[in-house]
């Protein structure tokens, strides 16, 4: 193949992911992760993602050329998240990137975290169709993005306006005494028998007077809340809690916001697609009732495989592909990491 050789680094939050893409073919996939080191803190310590990348970027940087049987002289373009993210994190995947990018003297591509997470999806399913929306949950996003040309960035349409989508899944796995990080959990314990209905939680910015004004925007901070009160009553009434009804009662609730908004920002842009990513994407509810809610409204479904949608560096290198064969101009070497990024 003739298609150009892309090198990917992700350190924006505690994965440490580098990913190789030839056009839009994976390569390799290489990940260290600090997830261990965060859970006795019950979330992702800054300080200790930080030290943990850089312990990790030279082995992942290695372990992804070796899978992919390239060398990283082979490389035509290395790829970088820049922004959103934790600095401290950000800075070290920057730095790696642009001593690679100096040292093999090829271009540099600084690219948008949320972005990449849309791009990953070419790599499963080649081309993103002309204009769709994209739904990005996880840990540190909940966004609703309007995607015409990724290779021209994304349009933000609404986010959360307290905590991500994954971040209440771990608050609410917390609360019912499940681990960290708790989302796979949530989905297991309602798979195994959770009764969706046992409980009608809140869900979050969907009265007529809230639409007005967040009709894109997500809250799931007022769920975490009901679902703890409703359990910590049954404690204190010395009940047992039934986890695995809780678990699927809250799931239902962030799913049912998510799905309804999501299909209602498809029909607003008029885009018959709807994308999503990001590491609640592996939900196995999410995903059963988007593509009911959406063959509905006759919108087709694109969501990458589970191991596409948590962080890595697949995704950083499927962006920096798009830009390289859309011909874009790469950043300077100077680029900063720019932990509060515009979209
Ligand atoms: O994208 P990701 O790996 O990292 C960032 O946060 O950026 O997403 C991790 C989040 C965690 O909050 C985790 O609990 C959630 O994704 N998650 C899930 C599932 N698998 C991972 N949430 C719900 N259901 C799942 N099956
Ligand atoms: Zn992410």
């Known amino acids: 193949e003739n298609e150009p050789l892309i090198l990917g680094i992700e350190t924006s939050c505690d994965e440490t992911g580098v990913g190789i893409v030839r056009g839009q073919t994976l390569l390799a996939d290489a990940i260290a992760s600090s997830v261990e080191e965060h859970a006795r803190f019950g979330g992702v310590v800054p300080e200790v993602a930080s030290r943990a990348h850089l312990e990790a970027m030279v082995p992942t940087i290695r372990r992804a050329c070796e899978t992919a049987g390239i060398k990283p002289t082979d490389v035509d373009a290395v790829a970088v998240t820049s922004g959103p993210g934790l600095a401290g994190a950000l800075l070290v995947g920057v730095a790696a990137a642009k001593g690679l990018a100096l ?55 609404g986010s959360t306006i307290d905590d991500a989508a994954g971040e209440a899944f771990d608050k609410v796995a917390r609360v019912l005494g499940l681990p960290f990080p708790g989302g796979p959990y949530i989905d297991k314990a309602a798979r195994d028998g959770g009764d969706r209905l046992y409980v009608k939680f809140p869900r979050g910015l969907t009265s007529q007077r809230d639409l007005e004004r967040h009709r894109f925007d997500f809250s799931f901070s007022g769920l975490k809340t009901a679902v703890a009160r409703w359990v910590e009553a049954k404690r204190r009434d010395g009940e047992d809690v039934p986890v695995n009804h809780v678990a699927a009662a809250f799931q239902e609730a962030v799913c049912d916001v998510l799905t309804r908004k999501a299909i209602d920002a ?36 694109r969501v990458p495989r589970p191991g596409l949608c948590t962080d890595n560096g697949a995704m950083v290198a499927a962006l920096g592909s798009e830009l390289v064969r859309a011909g874009k101009a790469p950043s300077p070497l100077d680029l900063p990491a720019d932990s509060s990024m515009p979209i």
């Open 103 to 157: 040292s093999l003297e090829k271009p540099l591509y600084g690219v948008n975290h949320l972005a990449a997470h849309v791009a990953v999806d070419t790599l499963e399913h080649g081309d993103l169709p002309k204009g769709c929306v994209a739904m990005l949950v996880s840990g540190g996003h909940s966004s609703l993005l309007a995607v015409e040309d990724i290779t021209d960035g994304v349009l933000p349409m």
């Open 266 to 301: 498809c029909k607003d842009r008029g885009y018959e697609h709807l994308l999503i990513g990001g590491g609640v994407a592996a939900n196995s509810r999410l995903r059963a009732m988007a593509e009911e809610r959406c063959a509905e409204a006759g919108i087709a479904v």
